[in-house]
């Protein structure tokens, strides 16, 4: 089908380029505008189809009888555990990447070092790799029979089955977004304002700070913001990781995940509308801080 | 203060972008360096900046080394060719950057910020930003932000490639009074010969990652140590080896023997200055540059066969 369609759209323009001589002037016109409906008919639907009906559903269900199942799930405490568990692995985490992040795409886009293209390569490994084995490589390394399981036992120190463990497996998951967002409009921002610091006598974190910092600003908040997103909703490798004990180190889309397979689905639904609630209120968050302090440069 | 560049060596890869360069520039002069792209004049500018490192030699600035000193320590106020404005900052957070980094009190920033806008015309900008500046506004704001550390030099760097001809005209004019007001040593780099000599009281003409000539402007059109700074400096005929300014073309009003005979290919109005295009009898092809009064004394015509002299005509040893 889709082949078809593609056919027919790349012969339109020829063929109402032939009929135009004779009939009437607005053909070719009339082409361009259908084009252009159907193209955004075409990602509307596909839009819809993919993510604003299923969402749709999820928040249609989690109403559907009413406030008082809802404000009962919400008010159990294994969910509010979970709700602010998740919180806290957000708050640690996020933060940590924002930092390595920015620390990141400065190292690869100024830079010059040998073996910067492995540097890169590496960055972008948790992309690659899915969060299970992930996940898996960590119980490996940080677990009790692990490489350095003797050592932290020895301390201590409990990594898997505990929050350290699924702040790392989270920080591991989301790694690239800032780093990956920061470096393109680091490298727009040049170098020629930096250098200018320099030569006004700024040292090097004063020009961070003042320059570099405020010039590449958009790139962290989108970086951060794709971050916070996905660290809030990563599943595959905190579940392993954390051992899934309810009202311990279950965090919210494990909490759903739980609810949803003993059958209570208010409480998984109710449960996902916060999750989904929390990436809403990231997205708009970031929305007005970009508007605000845009408008300040600009205007 | 006085700026020395010793014997200043500078690859890029396998590109020598300067090659054994040594400059004097005198205290409180106006200097250019001028040459073609690719010259090393933007090298050697940066290099004194401290925006570079020399491979091998020496920049001294004011009597002391600097060779080692890092840009923000060697006192340097520098222009960037696209000015590198703090686009995030107002105008006066511009200008006042350098204050600010060195922790100076409100006030004084205040002050001072005020004053330099005030010489650099920008009066009532102040709270503007970058992107609502026009480009020779620009141009005065990155001015005014480096010599808001008072700094020991000024370095300019192609300061007025990226603009408009008229107004290229009235900031060339206007820094040339400022430096008679400031008297800060000042280098520019420039490729446009014309902006070289109507703004530099002494030129350094580049080439390669070389010197060529060192001399005030009227030196180097006068006097040319070679056939590079002949043609670069001013408008040139080449005629074999041997190079003839067109203005040195003396059109004949009648034959005595002494010329020879040319064909006007082309006569052009550019207002008191006329350009005659000739063709030789050997089908080379020259110009004349004569006054407009010259022309009409002689009614050129295109088409026109006349008698032309070459006046000691200038051959460079190879």
């Given at each position: 089908?889709s082949?078809s369609?593609?056919?027919?759209?790349?012969?339109?323009?020829?063929?109402a380029?032939?009929?135009?001589?004779?009939?009437s002037?607005s053909?070719?016109?009339r082409?361009?505008?259908?084009?252009?409906?159907g193209?955004r008919?075409?990602?509307?639907?596909?839009?819809?189809?993919?993510l604003?009906a299923?969402v749709?559903?999820?928040f249609?269900?989690?109403f559907?009888h009413?406030?008082t199942?809802?404000?009962?799930a919400?008010?159990?405490p294994?969910?509010?555990?979970?709700f602010?568990?998740?919180?806290?692995i957000?708050?640690i985490s996020?933060?940590?990447?924002?930092?390595?992040g920015?620390?990141?795409a400065?190292?690869?886009?100024?830079g010059?070092?040998?073996?910067?293209?492995?540097?890169?390569?590496?960055?972008?490994?948790?992309?690659?790799i899915s969060?299970?084995?992930?996940?898996?490589a960590?119980?490996?390394?940080?677990?009790?029979?692990?490489?350095?399981?003797?050592?932290?036992?020895e301390n201590?120190i409990q990594v898997?089955?505990?929050?350290?463990?699924m702040?790392?497996?989270?920080a591991?998951?989301?790694?690239?977004?800032?780093?990956r967002?920061t470096?393109p409009?680091l490298?727009e921002?040049?170098t020629?304002?930096?250098?200018?610091a320099?030569?006004?006598?700024a040292s090097g974190?004063?020009?961070?700070?003042?320059?570099?910092l405020?010039?590449?600003?958009w790139g962290?908040?989108?970086?951060?913001?794709?971050?916070?997103?996905?660290a809030?909703g990563?599943f595959g490798?905190?579940?392993?990781?954390?051992?899934?004990?309810?009202?311990?180190?279950q965090?919210?889309?494990?909490?759903?995940?739980?609810r949803f397979?003993?059958?209570?689905v208010?409480g998984?639904y109710?449960?996902?509308?916060?999750?989904?609630?929390?990436?809403?209120?990231?997205?708009i968050l970031?929305?007005?801080?970009t508007?605000?302090?845009?408008a300040?440069?600009?205007? | 203060?006085a700026?020395?560049a010793?014997n200043?060596?500078?690859?890029?890869?396998?590109f020598?972008?300067?090659?054994d360069?040594?400059?004097?520039?005198?205290?409180?002069a106006?200097?250019a360096?001028?040459?073609?792209?690719?010259?090393g004049?933007s090298?050697?500018?940066?290099i004194?900046?401290g925006?570079?490192?020399?491979?091998?030699?020496d920049v001294?600035?004011?009597?002391?080394?600097?060779?080692d000193?890092p840009?923000?320590?060697?006192?340097v106020?520098?222009v960037f060719?696209?000015?590198?404005?703090?686009?995030?900052?107002?105008?006066f957070?511009?200008?006042a950057?350098?204050?600010?980094?060195?922790?100076?009190?409100k006030?004084e920033?205040?002050?001072?910020?005020k004053e330099?806008?005030?010489?650099?015309?920008l009066d009532?900008?102040?709270?503007r930003?970058p992107?609502?500046?026009?480009g020779?506004?620009?141009?005065?704001?990155?001015l005014?932000?480096a010599?808001?550390v008072?700094p020991?030099?000024l370095?300019?760097?192609?300061?007025f490639?990226?603009l408009d001809?008229?107004v290229?005209?009235?900031?060339?004019?206007?820094l040339?009074r400022?430096h008679?007001?400031i008297?800060?040593t000042?280098?520019?780099?420039?490729?446009?010969q014309e902006?070289?000599?109507e703004v530099?009281?002494?030129i350094?003409?580049m080439?390669a990652?070389?010197?060529?000539?060192?001399?005030?402007?009227?030196e180097?059109y006068?006097s040319p140590?070679?056939?590079?700074?002949?043609?670069?400096?001013?408008?040139?005929?080449?005629?074999?080896d041997?190079f003839v300014?067109?203005?040195?073309?003396q059109?004949?009003?009648g034959?005595?023997?002494?010329?020879?005979?040319?064909?006007?290919k082309?006569?052009?109005?550019?207002?008191?200055e006329?350009?005659?295009?000739?063709?030789?009898?050997?089908?080379?092809?020259?110009?004349?540059?004569?006054?407009?009064?010259?022309?009409?004394e002689?009614?050129?015509?295109?088409?026109?066969?006349?008698t032309?002299?070459?006046?000691q005509?200038?051959?460079f040893?190879a």
């Amino acid at each position: 089908m889709s082949s078809s369609a593609s056919g027919s759209l790349a012969l339109s323009p020829a063929s109402a380029g032939q009929a135009a001589p004779r009939r009437s002037g607005s053909n070719p016109e009339r082409a361009v505008r259908a084009r252009k409906y159907g193209v955004r008919t075409i990602a509307l639907g596909y839009l819809a189809l993919l993510l604003l009906a299923p969402v749709a559903m999820i928040f249609y269900r989690t109403f559907e009888h009413g406030m008082t199942p809802v404000w009962n799930a919400i008010s159990e405490p294994n969910a509010q555990h979970a709700f602010w568990l998740s919180l806290e692995i957000v708050a640690i985490s996020v933060p940590l990447n924002t930092i390595f992040g920015i620390g990141m795409a400065l190292l690869l886009e100024r830079g010059r070092f040998k073996g910067k293209w492995l540097l890169g390569l590496l960055i972008d490994l948790p992309f690659a790799i899915s969060p299970v084995v992930i996940g898996l490589a960590l119980v490996l390394a940080y677990g009790k029979t692990g490489w350095l399981g003797d050592w932290l036992a020895e301390n201590g120190i409990q990594v898997i089955f505990s929050v350290p463990g699924m702040v790392l497996a989270t920080a591991i998951v989301s790694l690239p977004f800032v780093a990956r967002e920061t470096i393109p409009v680091l490298r727009e921002l040049g170098t020629d304002a930096e250098q200018a610091a320099s030569t006004l006598g700024a040292s090097g974190w004063q020009t961070f700070w003042r320059i570099t910092l405020p010039g590449i600003r958009w790139g962290v908040v989108y970086g951060v913001v794709l971050t916070t997103a996905r660290a809030l909703g990563e599943f595959g490798a905190v579940s392993i990781v954390s051992g899934r004990i309810e009202g311990e180190t279950q965090t919210l889309p494990l909490f759903v995940q739980a609810r949803f397979e003993n059958f209570d689905v208010t409480g998984a639904y109710t449960a996902a509308v916060v999750l989904a609630l929390l990436a809403f209120a990231t997205l708009i968050l970031m929305n007005l801080l970009t508007r605000r302090t845009r408008a300040d440069t600009v205007a | 203060m006085a700026i020395e560049a010793r014997n200043v060596s500078k690859h890029f890869g396998d590109f020598a972008a300067l090659d054994d360069v040594s400059v004097t520039v005198a205290d409180g002069a106006l200097m250019a360096l001028l040459g073609p792209s690719g010259s090393g004049k933007s090298t050697l500018l940066r290099i004194i900046a401290g925006l570079e490192s020399p491979d091998t030699g020496d920049v001294v600035i004011g009597g002391d080394s600097v060779t080692d000193t890092p840009a923000r320590k060697r006192g340097v106020g520098f222009v960037f060719q696209h000015y590198a404005p703090f686009k995030h900052m107002t105008v006066f957070n511009n200008v006042a950057f350098g204050l600010s980094v060195r922790k100076r009190p409100k006030a004084e920033i205040e002050g001072r910020v005020k004053e330099l806008l005030g010489l650099v015309r920008l009066d009532g900008l102040a709270e503007r930003y970058p992107s609502q500046l026009s480009g020779g506004q620009l141009q005065r704001m990155a001015l005014a932000r480096a010599l808001a550390v008072q700094p020991k030099v000024l370095l300019l760097d192609e300061p007025f490639g990226a603009l408009d001809a008229q107004v290229r005209g009235e900031l060339r004019e206007w820094l040339r009074r400022l430096h008679e007001e400031i008297h800060v040593t000042t280098i520019f780099v420039t490729h446009d010969q014309e902006e070289a000599m109507e703004v530099a009281e002494q030129i350094v003409v580049m080439n390669a990652g070389k010197i060529e000539q060192t001399g005030t402007p009227r030196e180097l059109y006068e006097s040319p140590s070679n056939e590079f700074v002949m043609s670069f400096i001013g408008p040139v005929n080449r005629i074999g080896d041997a190079f003839v300014r067109p203005h040195d073309v003396q059109i004949l009003a009648g034959d005595d023997g002494s010329g020879i005979e040319a064909l006007i290919k082309r006569v052009v109005h550019l207002g008191f200055e006329v350009r005659v295009e000739l063709t030789l009898p050997d089908g080379r092809e020259i110009w004349a540059q004569v006054t407009r009064d010259e022309a009409q004394e002689l009614e050129l015509r295109e088409g026109q066969i006349l008698t032309v002299r070459l006046p000691q005509p200038r051959v460079f040893a190879a």
